[in-house]
C-alpha cells in the first residue's frame, strides 16, 4: 500500500460519512497494517501520547468554565449591560449582538457557545422589535466568531499544542484583532441602520449610559492598575487577590451588574502574564471564579445545575480529545509516509513568498472549514503547514491567528458549519433562508481576515507589548 493510497482511504472514508476522527485513525490502522511498517500497537500507542499532554488539560477546564456561566445566567447579565452601552444608537439591538458577543466570548472560548447561549436571547428580542429574521441571524453568526479569537478560546489551545506555540502568547494575539473584528461588524449594522432608516431601540438615558461607561472603566483601569502594582514591584499573588477581593466591594457599593463576568478574561490574561500561573492553570482558575460567581454570588447556580454542566463537559470533551488522539496518529503516518515533507517541497517549489503563501493557506483552510469542524481541521493541517510556515519565516502565533480565523468563517457555510445549523434551529428558520441572511456578513469577516493577514502587527503587538 503506498503513501498515495493511504490518503485517498482516508478521503474515502470521510467521503463516505465516516466521522473524521475514525477515517483518521481508520486509515492509519490500515496503511499500518498493510504495509507493516511498525507494529500494530503502535497506533494505540501514538493515539495516548497524542493526549497525554499537560496544555490539553486546559480542554476540559475551559469548556466546564464556559457550561458554568452559560448555567448561571451570566448571559442574562451581558445582554442588559451590552443593551444599556449601544441600545441607543440607530440599529440598536444590531450593536447590542455584537458587544454581547465580544463580552461572551472572554467566558465561553466557542461560537457555537455564543450562538446557542446568547444568540437566543439577541434573536428573540431582535424579531420582537421589528427586525428582520433574517438579519438578526445574520448579524449573530457574524458575531459569535468572535468567540474563539476573544480569549479563552478552545482552538487556540488545540493550535498551540500541536505546533508547540505558547497558549497564552495566542490569547493576547486574539485580542485586538478580536475588537478590530467588533468594529467592522458594528460599521456594518451601522450601514444597514442608515440604508433601512431605522432607529434607536431604548431611549438614551445618562443614568443607564452612565453605568455602563463605569463598568467599561472599572473593566478597563482594573488590569491596568494591578499590572502597574505588579511591575512596580508588588508580589502578584497577593496583588491579584487583593484587587478582586476590592472589585467585589465595588460591585455590590455600585451595584454593577456584569462586571465581574467580564472580569474572566482579565483574570486569565493577567494570571498568565504576570506568572502566577499557567494556561492550564487559568483554566482552573476561571472555573473556580465561575463557581463563585454562580454559587456564592449571584446564587443563580443550583447542584442541579452544575451536575448537567459536568455532563455536557464529559460529552464534549471526550469528542475533542477522540479527535486530537486520532490526528496525533494520523499526523505521525503523515510524518512517516513523507507527505508533509512533500507538500512542503511542491509549495516552496511554486512559490518562495510569504505573502503568496498565505493567500493559498487562506484559500485552502477557508474551503477545509466548510467541511471539517475546526478541532479536526487544526489537527490536521498544522503538521502540513507548519514546516512550511517555519520555513518562510512567518510567526508562528500571527498563523494561529489567521488559521482560526479562517476556520471560524468555515463554520458559517454549507454544506457543514455547525453556526448555521445551530442559529437555523434557534431563529426556526429554513436552512436555505439562514445561508441567505449570512451571506453579506461575509464582507467584514473577509476584510478583517485580510487585515489579520497581512498586517501581522494587529496580532502581534500586544504579545511582543507584554513577552
Not at 488522539?325 to 518562495?352: C, H, K, P, Y
Request: with cysteine; glycine share 8%.
Amino acid at each position: 500500500m503506498t503513501a498515495t493510497s493511504f490518503k485517498l482511504l482516508f478521503l474515502a472514508m470521510m467521503g463516505s460519512g465516516i466521522p473524521v476522527a475514525i477515517a483518521m485513525a481508520g486509515s492509519s490502522l490500515v496503511y499500518v497494517m498493510m504495509t507493516g511498517i511498525a507494529p500494530d500497537f503502535i497506533i494505540i500507542h501514538r493515539m495516548f501520547a497524542g493526549i497525554d499532554s499537560f496544555p490539553l488539560l486546559a480542554v476540559p477546564f475551559f469548556i466546564l468554565a464556559g457550561n458554568l456561566m452559560n448555567s448561571a445566567g451570566i448571559t442574562n447579565r451581558i445582554y442588559n449591560f451590552a443593551l444599556a452601552l449601544v441600545g441607543w444608537l440607530k440599529g440598536g439591538l444590531g450593536h447590542v449582538n455584537v458587544v454581547g458577543s465580544v463580552v461572551f466570548s472572554g467566558m465561553s472560548g466557542t461560537a457555537v457557545a455564543d450562538a446557542a447561549g446568547l444568540g437566543t436571547i439577541e434573536i428573540k428580542a431582535m424579531k420582537e422589535h421589528g427586525y428582520d429574521v433574517e438579519f438578526a441571524v445574520g448579524v449573530t453568526a457574524a458575531s459569535a466568531t468572535l468567540g474563539p479569537i476573544i480569549p479563552p478560546s478552545l482552538p487556540f489551545v488545540i493550535y498551540g499544542m500541536m505546533a508547540s506555540v505558547s497558549i497564552g502568547q495566542l490569547f493576547l494575539a486574539g485580542i485586538v484583532p478580536g475588537v478590530v473584528m467588533a468594529a467592522l461588524m458594528m460599521l456594518t449594522v451601522s450601514y444597514y441602520a442608515h440604508r433601512n432608516g431605522w432607529g434607536a431601540d431604548i431611549v438614551f438615558q445618562w443614568r443607564k449610559v452612565g453605568g455602563a461607561l463605569l463598568e467599561l472603566a472599572v473593566i478597563i483601569v482594573f488590569p491596568l492598575a494591578l499590572w502597574a502594582l505588579i511591575s512596580a514591584g508588588a508580589p502578584a499573588r497577593p496583588t491579584i487577590i487583593g484587587g478582586f477581593v476590592l472589585l467585589l466591594v465595588l460591585e455590590r457599593v455600585l451595584k454593577l451588574q456584569a462586571v465581574l463576568a467580564l472580569m474572566t478574561p482579565v483574570l486569565l490574561i493577567g494570571g498568565m502574564t504576570s506568572g502566577l500561573f499557567t494556561a492550564t492553570e487559568g483554566a482552573i482558575a476561571a472555573c473556580v471564579w465561575a463557581l463563585f460567581l454562580g454559587l456564592v454570588w449571584y446564587r443563580t447556580l443550583t447542584w442541579k445545575m452544575f451536575l448537567k454542566a459536568s455532563l455536557e463537559t464529559v460529552e464534549t470533551t471526550s469528542t475533542v480529545l477522540f479527535i486530537v488522539a486520532a490526528a496525533s496518529v494520523f499526523g505521525w503516518m503523515l510524518t512517516v509516509s513523507r507527505t508533509t515533507e512533500m507538500i512542503a517541497e511542491w509549495v516552496l517549489a511554486f512559490t518562495q513568498d510569504k505573502h503568496m503563501f498565505l493567500l493559498l493557506a487562506n484559500l485552502l483552510m477557508l474551503f477545509v472549514g466548510c467541511f471539517l469542524e475546526p478541532t479536526a481541521a487544526i489537527t490536521i493541517l498544522t503538521p502540513i503547514l507548519m514546516p512550511i510556515v517555519l520555513k518562510l519565516g512567518i510567526d508562528p502565533v500571527h498563523f494561529g491567528l489567521i488559521m482560526v480565523l479562517n476556520l471560524m468563517i468555515g463554520l458559517l457555510h454549507p454544506p457543514m458549519g455547525l453556526v448555521l445549523f445551530v442559529l437555523a434551529r434557534v431563529a426556526n428558520l429554513s436552512f436555505e433562508r439562514t445561508t441567505m441572511a449570512i451571506l453579506p456578513w461575509l464582507v467584514p469577516l473577509l476584510l478583517s481576515l485580510v487585515l489579520v493577514t497581512y498586517v501581522p502587527a494587529i496580532s502581534l503587538w500586544l504579545p511582543t507589548l507584554l513577552k
